[in-house]
């Protein structure tokens, strides 16, 4: 079932009708009615109200989106990969795609995925070079035969599968609609983004994010330190519902306030807890926003 048949059908077992869950939610009965029908979907802090008001976690209103998106595969696709036998840092830039997937696997190579729908001379317009420096991979992609990064950005997403054996610290530079960071463990990744949306999922160590944009960051789980350097930004973050946490500002100016169930609350970190939510940088806002667990 669709998420629009799933929140028809827990709405009205709840007895609710549609003026009366928009009512609850803050939002019209027409936005009601279009994620009802397919003609919209609602946003994460609304996903999150929903979820909270019908008992129901966030992966069981969305597994059968998420398995419908998957089992779409792209048209096009551009492959390389090299083997590695020993730890490396890797030191990694992509330039613009629509979407970056950079994830962990069980095999000995690292794999980069150019995929698009609609670019079918991927192979001829971008070249991914790899280099093993010593202890160091470095990965470049090149846009060739004129491709901007706004045609990247708008056609080609990327998928890097990192070999977890041998990882050691992550340096990565991507701009894209949408960054995830998912099954990983290492001592540290660092990302360099233009990105309003990033999700990380299973991942542990330390999370560096540099970005300047305002983002939407969907924590699944917490297991380690996660570092935001923002200039004159506002970004909100997104926690389950049980995390110990630890938050910390530091630079000029930055500022963390906090959100249950949408509404602004008093502050639920927990002082010398491992896990740490630190904002660094220059005129800059966190919102640390707490839901349910989505595991």
């Known amino acids: 079932m669709t998420l629009a048949g799933k929140l028809k059908s827990i709405r009205k077992q709840a007895g609710m009708s549609q003026e009366q869950l928009a009512e609850k939610l803050g ?7 279009k994620w009802e029908t397919d003609a919209g979907i609602p946003d994460i802090e609304n996903v999150m109200a929903i979820s909270a008001l019908f008992n129901i976690s966030i992966d069981d ?5 998420k398995a419908a998106k998957q089992s779409i595969d792209y048209l096009f696709e551009s492959i390389t990969e090299y083997d590695i036998d020993e730890p490396k840092r890797f030191d990694m830039k992509f330039g613009g795609a629509k979407k970056f997937v950079l994830s962990g696997s069980k095999s000995e190579k690292i794999r980069v995925r150019l995929a698009s729908n609609t ?3 991927l192979q001829n317009d971008f070249k991914v070079k790899i280099d093993d420096i010593r202890k160091r991979i470095d990965v470049d992609v090149n ?11 708008k056609e080609v997403s990327i998928f890097v599968q990192i070999p977890s054996l041998y990882i050691g610290k992550i340096e990565c530079a991507v701009n894209a609609e949408t960054v995830e960071i998912r099954s990983l463990e290492c001592d540290c990744v660092e990302i360099d983004a233009k990105t309003p949306h990033i999700v990380l999922e299973d991942v542990s160590g330390t999370v560096e994010i540099n970005c300047n944009l305002d983002m939407e960051v969907v924590c699944h789980s917490l297991n380690g330190e996660l570092d935001i350097n923002q200039v004159s930004a506002t970004s909100k973050i997104y926690i389950p519902e049980d995390t110990i946490f630890t938050a910390v500002t530091k630079g000029i100016g930055t500022s963390i306030s ?3 169930d949408g509404r602004q609350a008093e502050r639920f970190d927990t002082p010398d807890a491992e896990n740490i939510i630190e904002l660094n940088g220059i005129k800059s806002e966190l919102v640390i926003c707490a839901g349910r667990d989505r595991s």
Do not use: D, M, P, W
Request: net charge positive; charged share 30%.
């Open 27 to 33: 939002v019209s009965r027409q936005a009601v009615t």
């Open 258 to 260: 906090y959100e249950k």
């Open 61 to 65: 209103l969305l597994s059968n989106e």
């Open 143 to 153: 846009r060739r035969n004129g491709v901007s990064e706004a045609i990247a950005k």
């Open 119 to 121: 670019f079918s001379t």
